[in-house]
């Protein structure tokens, strides 16, 4: 009796150790899943404007920093929506439709470089777009 409830014991903390195992490692550990065609871009001090496009749909704007400001709440925007515009002082973002976004920057009137970042999230993956605008 007392070598059954051995192997009954060592059966369970064996699947224990295995289940807290597998759920560890798939954990945060998404693949890419948006696929953006580019994530940089440098911009001239005159303003311009880049369309990017994604392999996959199901993304959605999470945030949007310029220098040091930082944009997460879009009030009155539908995220999840296959098309919208976010308008701010100094740039446009616009989802044109599932696959393709259009991010447009004003001209850069500051003696320092302008840096926007537009964070995408998909589920549990995260990507961004870094664009570097040159000074005046």
């Known amino acids: 009796m007392t070598k059954y409830l051995l192997m009954k014991k060592v059966s369970i903390f064996s699947l224990l150790i295995l289940s807290i195992t597998l759920i560890l490692s798939s954990c945060g550990r998404w693949s890419d899943n948006i696929k953006l065609s ?3 871009a440098e911009f001239s001090a005159n303003g311009d404007s880049i369309i ?12 949007i920093t310029v220098d040091t400001n930082h944009f997460y709440n879009f009030d009155g925007i539908d995220v999840l929506a296959d098309s919208y515009a976010v308008k701010q002082d100094c ?5 044109l439709d599932k696959y393709t976004l259009f991010i447009k920057l004003e001209p850069n009137t ?10 995408l999230e998909a589920g549990d ?11 005046k």
């Open 38 to 40: 580019t994530k940089s």
């Open 52 to 63: 990017v496009t994604t392999k996959g749909g199901g993304w959605w704007l999470s945030g």
């Open 91 to 95: 740039f446009v973002f616009e989802r």
């Open 110 to 119: 500051l003696n320092t470089k302008r840096i926007v970042i537009v964070e």
């Open 125 to 135: 993956y995260f990507d961004r777009v870094t664009i570097t605008q040159n000074p």
